[in-house]
């Protein structure tokens, strides 16, 4: 009778281990889980948010972590050290124009908001430079 260590028990049946199918599991989740899917947001229309004010005002209290997020708001929020620190490399194109646009709203709309949001990502003013390079090239209307 041929003797497989962890894999046959004494009857001879195949089993394994919970502890090896969830470590098994595990590593093919993720292997094969790609980085951040900002695909979704693709067709977003961030006019909605930047043309209404009370829109404009709920994303910056969650972007400040003192107000509900929505899903969407809640991935900005997530996104946002990246887009200020590193002009948003993992974002696509469009994915930049949307994060600059709503940031140029929040600075020009609400700028006493814009600073409390800066403060919190870039309290150093390290990243200021990148912030106006992001704006200045992404943040027009299309």
Same mark, same amino acid.
């Given at each position: ?5 962890? $894999? ?5 049946? @195949? ?8 470590? $098994? ?17 693709? #067709?977003? #229309? ?5 043309? #209404? ?10 972007? @400040? &972590?003192? &107000? ?26 469009? @994915? ?7 940031? /140029?709203?929040?600075?020009? /709309? ?15 003013? /390290?990243?200021?430079? #990148?912030?106006? /390079? $992001? ?6 209307? @299309?």
């Amino acid at each position: 009778m041929k003797h497989h260590i962890g $894999l046959v028990d004494k009857h001879g049946s @195949q089993r394994i281990t919970m502890k090896l199918l969830v470590a $098994l599991a595990l590593v093919a989740f993720v292997a094969a889980r790609p980085g951040e899917d900002y695909s979704r947001y693709e #067709n977003f #229309n961030v006019d909605e948010i930047i043309e #209404n004010d009370r829109f404009l005002g709920s994303y910056v209290k969650c972007f @400040q &972590g003192v &107000g509900k997020c929505t899903p969407e708001a809640a991935d900005f929020k997530k996104w946002m050290p990246d887009a200020l620190q590193t002009d948003c490399s993992l974002c696509s194109e469009h @994915q930049k124009m949307l994060i600059a646009r709503v940031i /140029k709203a929040i600075i020009e /709309k609400i700028p006493e908001d814009w600073e409390k949001l800066n403060k919190i990502h870039n309290p150093e003013g /390290k990243y200021d430079e #990148n912030i106006k /390079k $992001l704006v200045d090239v992404y943040g027009k209307k @299309q």
